[in-house]
T-cell receptor
């Protein structure tokens, strides 16, 4: 079935370094993707999204890259800070289906 | 604070029982989504309502049902509860009914359900 999965369950990064979190999806019809951040005890929080007609989108300290050829997307966080410690989810959907498929999440640990 | 509220925050009940989880979307949002988050399965989409009507169904069990009321708040009803139903249940809202059109879903803080 459809899946959106993350390559690594835990990523440890030194404070100030850049973080890269990866995500693979299986449904080639997926044309919209979102990255969410979930801190302990809280609900997921929108970070950034990207449509399939783009291969890169930048936000504040975050960049999402989309490679449709290999069905892969990544979230890059620049100058990682302790407040970035959280679980990060990618989610994909197909326009008009009203459903997201979420990955299981990657836990980002920022080391001081 | 996302603007989405959920009650109760915690719920402990026994197998076979029935519970109701409540969600109030952000002001002005017409769509409400329900998700289940368990340790081994991540976030699973259950169901979506848009302006009172069911719009999409995900992996929702027949023992579960939901509705959205005229004031746009929503309730998720879980019946004949089993141990495996223990999870975090999230509600999210968005402005429109099509995810690709509106993009962002705003999540509530969740209800932690423990079935003993």
């Amino acid at each position: 079935g459809e899946s959106v999965g993350l390559h690594l369950p835990t990523l440890s990064v030194q404070e100030g370094d850049n973080s890269i979190i990866n995500c693979a999806y299986s449904n080639s019809a997926s044309d919209y993707f979102i990255w969410y951040k979930q801190e302990s005890g809280k609900g997921p929080q929108f970070i950034i999204d990207i449509r399939s007609n783009m291969d890169k989108r930048q936000g504040q300290r975050v960049t999402v890259l989309l490679n449709k050829t290999v069905k892969h997307l990544s979230l890059q966080i620049a100058a990682t800070q302790p407040g970035d410690s959280a679980v990060y989810f990618c989610a994909g959907s197909v326009s008009g289906t009203y459903k997201y498929i979420f990955g299981t999440g990657t836990r980002l640990k920022v080391l001081a | 604070d996302s603007g989405v509220t959920q009650t109760p925050k915690h719920l402990i009940t026994a197998t076979g029982q029935r519970v109701t989880l409540r969600c109030s979307p952000r002001s002005g949002d017409l769509s409400v989504y329900w998700y289940q988050q368990s340790l081994d399965q991540g976030l699973q989409f259950l169901i979506q309502y848009y302006n009172g009507e069911e719009r999409a169904k995900g992996n929702i069990l027949e023992r579960f049902s939901a509705q959205q009321f005229p004031d746009l708040h929503s309730e998720l009803n879980l019946s004949s509860l089993e141990l495996g139903d223990s999870a975090l249940y999230f509600c999210a809202s968005s402005a429109g009914g099509g995810l690709a059109a509106t993009g962002t879903q705003y999540f509530g803080p969740g209800t932690r359900l423990l079935v003993l």
